[in-house]
């Protein structure tokens, strides 16, 4: 994996935590050196060859995309040209990818709509700004969840474009961010026609078919096939894979899928009036709901747009950790030094009805988060047992630690799970910390302050 680059990227972002690297782009996090925020941050190394005017033509298109503010687009907050790199900042998304929702769990007809209507609520704010012709991959939306509740982000910046702009070729995998995917592409993007509205219409119709059948409509043996039966195959009927897909949700798909964009939806207002009145008979709990819900703690740390062959599987590399990650944790903690109080990285205060009570001291740049146990003779860093009445922490709950400018945490697989705000942890993925940040052990609520910015910036609520 690429070391951090000390630089500072257009003066500005120090890169904090590589999420994906290839030769030409970095997907990463960033420190905020004026505004002392964290945010997600892609840098474009460009080519010699590329022009130069057409990079900046391309990045200052972003002017309009930075005007979209919405709960389901990634907001565009700052791009420009550094010498032979471009760079564009964004907020930093959580959650998950939808394409590792699809990968890893069953989604019922009702949260299959639910995700649906966000998606379009979400190009509805993009297509107000007349930005369209989207890029709707699955691995390119992202999908929060905070134990029951849904919240999608689309997460398309227009890497694509730029990429090839610069001369960018990838054509080994169809998922590369610079490669047209014609398995999620319109008929138009294939065959050369008229882009607008009607083309994301399009795209968010195949997202729906493959939420609802756990397949995509139409796979050939390599792209050009794909791309045939994209334009001219007609659509499978959902039934033949999911049995309770009502008619009236294949009359939906048939709409926003249509081959002519004439016949689809005209604008986003329609569709989600279409989403919202559509007749769905009642669903019943099923072992498709239970298996939401044992799946509904998995998150990604910072940046989650999954890219093909240049992004690395942040969920496989969590996976093979996992063996060796508590031990380790627990190594790291007996080999630290005592602390003393000049030590002090940042503090975890509890609080009740509004009024800090209690204040634990994070001294080490490793410490576990826990309660302790007599009987085992156990008493993790930070102990907290003395707020956790109806002993929700765990032994070993979650593990802070410190690496230069970032604060990071980490569940350890608990019982009752780690909270970020409104994010539930998955287990051994990292998350930044922020001053201020609101964190629950089970259900016992902490707020994270670090000391040099405790008298000087507000704390998040």
Known sequence: M???????????????????????????TAYNRNTSDVVGLSIIEIPATAPQDLVSTRLNALASRRQ?????????FD???????????????RGITLQHVLDNENIDIQRALTLTQQITQGLQALHQKGITGLDLRPQLITVDSDGITDRTQIDDIGLRSLL???????????????????????????????????????????????????????V?????????????SPLPRMAQFKHDTPSSLQTLVDRMMAKEPAQRFSDTSSLLHALETLAVPAHHPSNDRQAREDNQTIHVAGLTNEMPPIERDIAQQATQIEKNALLQYQLDALASNPPTETDTLAYL??????????????????VIVGRSDPKRNYTPDIDLSGPDK????????????????????????SRNKTRLRDL??????????????????????????????????????
């Open 220 to 232: 050939g043996r390599n792209q050009a096939e794909t791309g045939v039966m994209q334009t001219s």
């Open 349 to 366: 205060c509890y609080e009740q009805a509004g009024e800090e009570t209690q204040r634990f001291a994070i001294t080490r740049k490793t």
């Open 390 to 413: 109806k002993m929700m922490v765990s032994r070993q709950h979650a593990r802070i630690r410190f690496e230069e400018a970032f604060f990071y945490i980490e569940d350890l697989k």
């Open 164 to 218: 090839n702009s610069i001369g960018y070729k990838n054509d080994q995998h169809n998922s590369d961010i610079s490669t047209l995917d014609s398995r999620y592409a319109p008929p138009e993007y294939i065959n050369g026609g008229q882009i607008g509205p009607w083309s994301d219409i399009y795209q968010v119709g195949l997202l729906l078919f493959t939420m609802i059948t756990g397949r995509l409509p139409f």
């Open 2 to 28: 690429p070391q951090r680059d000390a630089r500072l990227v257009g003066g500005v972002y120090r890169v904090g935590q590589v999420i994906a690297s290839s030769e030409i782009l970095t997907i990463c």
């Open 79 to 93: 791009w420009g040209i550094e010498g032979t790199r471009a760079y564009i900042a964004t907020a930093s998304p």
């Open 424 to 461: 539930v942890l998955e287990p051994f993925r990292s998350e930044i910390l922020h001053h201020g940040d609101i964190l629950y052990f089970g259900n016992v609520r902490i707020r994270f302050v670090v000391p040099e910015r405790e008298s000087s910036s507000p704390l998040k609520k």
């Open 68 to 76: 979209v503010i919405s709960p389901y687009v990634l907001q565009v």
